[in-house]
Nanobody, 120 residues
Framework: QVHLVESGGGLVQAGGSLRLSCAAS????????MGWYRQAPGKRRDLVAT???????TYADSVKGRFTISRDNDKNTVSLQMNSLKPEDTSVYYC??????????????WGQGTRVTVSS
């Protein structure tokens, strides 16, 4: 059973930065795809960024140029560096992981979520 644990959320002013981290346990090989989704109150969960074990990244248009995703395959960890944060980035951020490289497929493994609040 893959278990994902996030850390790093919090409250920050607009224009500030936060770094989210996630560690996967319960597995002894590298997950093909890891990443982050987010869900704002009253809205659906949306993909923020993903990264494959080979290092290929995908970003939502709304975060391109501001967020950077990275991972450590040996440790099965993934991080999301968020810069130039905006109030509309306020959401619960979920670490995700799975075997498919297709971003149209919802990943099977989810963390419990970490809240990010950006004040104006």
């Amino acid at each position: 059973q893959v278990h994902l644990v996030e850390s790093g959320g919090g409250l920050v002013q607009a224009g500030g930065s936060l770094r989210l981290s996630c560690a996967a346990s319960g597995i002894n090989r590298s997950l093909n795809r890891m990443g982050w989704y987010r869900q704002a109150p009253g809205k659906r969960r949306d993909l923020v960024a993903t990264i494959t074990s080979g290092g290929t990244t995908t970003y939502a248009d709304s975060v391109k140029g501001r967020f950077t995703i990275s991972r450590d395959n040996d440790k099965n960890t993934v991080s999301l560096q968020m810069n130039s944060l905006k109030p509309e980035d306020t959401s619960v951020y979920y670490c995700v992981a799975g075997w498919s490289l297709d971003n149209s497929i919802t990943p099977p493994y989810w963390g419990q979520g970490t809240r990010v609040t950006v004040s104006s």
